[in-house]
């Protein structure tokens, strides 16, 4: 039986959705302020449990009025960032103009960036390090795809990937950090990494970033775990040891469902 942690959160949990190519400048204002709305209703606690949307960039900026003008308690970033601070790079976004919208956070790696346009992982390094730079919190994204979680070396391999992304930070950085751990055979599939499965990674994950930058350090950053969340089955990700949060992406779209996944305390099992 799983052990509740209700109420016993080492770390603030952190619930993000993640909307992909979805969602136009005027869609995203709807759903945000539908999500706002559905949470306001509920009487959600924002100190309790963060909430943050990673909407496309286009939305971004109409996402900043929405929160400034009815001082939403939601945080936002980018999906993703350039590693460089400006110049001759045509179609990518610097750190420092996320930073100027207020996102408080941007995805660094996410596994469609990684596989569709094969982003390595010095690229990615340097994109954590450019996030940094510009006072914006990356959600380095790691995972294993299924041929490696079938010949059983996904554990090696993730941490592979987080030992890249986190090279040369400081503590101070490394404790900022948010990891999402998320399996890409989990990801838009259906197919839910068990809870075991999350937690057996989030531990990996937090006992690297200890022998990297030491116990009090590694106590810090926030572990989500993102593949197929719902409403139905977040509380049980949740309610494991390692696990600080969820990076939700289609049911991140319907406000209903990812209000009940934010509100995932009200399911958790309590012993
Ligand atoms: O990639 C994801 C979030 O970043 C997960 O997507 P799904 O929740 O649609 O599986």
Not at 47 to 53: C, F, L, Q, S, T
Not at 133 to 156: F, I, M, N, S
Request: negative net charge; charged residues 20%.
């Amino acid at each position: 039986m799983t052990t509740s942690t209700n109420g016993a959160f080492d770390r603030k949990p952190f619930i993000a959705g993640n909307w992909k190519m979805n969602m136009d400048h005027v869609q995203g204002i709807t759903l945000l302020q539908k999500l706002a709305w559905t949470l306001s209703d509920a009487k959600h606690d924002y100190n309790r449990v963060e909430v943050a949307v990673f909407p496309p960039f286009t939305d971004l900026r109409g996402v900043q009025t929405l929160v400034q003008g009815d001082d939403l308690h939601i945080a936002y970033g980018g999906q993703d960032l350039s590693p460089f601070d400006s110049g001759a790079y045509t179609g990518d976004i610097s750190g420092q103009f996320l930073n100027k919208l207020g996102c408080a956070y941007v995805l660094v790696g996410h596994s469609e960036r990684r596989t569709i346009h094969n982003e390595s992982d010095d690229v990615l390094n340097a994109k954590v390090k450019a996030a940094f730079k510009h006072g914006v919190t990356p959600v380095l994204c790691v995972g294993e795809g299924l041929e490696v979680r079938q010949a059983g070396t996904h554990v090696d391999h993730t941490l592979q990937q987080l030992r890249a992304g986190v090279a040369g930070l400081a503590n101070e950085q490394a404790a900022e950090l948010v990891v999402a751990y998320e399996p890409v055979w989990a990801i838009g599939t259906g197919e839910v990494a068990g809870p075991e499965d999350a937690q057996e990674m989030c531990a990996a994950i937090r006992a690297e970033l200890e022998s990297l930058f030491g116990a009090e350090t590694a106590g810090k950053p926030r572990l989500l775990y993102g593949g197929s969340v719902k409403a139905n089955n977040a509380a049980a990700i949740l309610q494991e040891r390692d696990v600080d949060g969820l990076l939700v992406g289609g049911a991140s779209l319907d406000p209903a469902e990812f209000a009940n996944i934010v509100r995932f305390e009200s399911h958790l099992v309590t012993d």
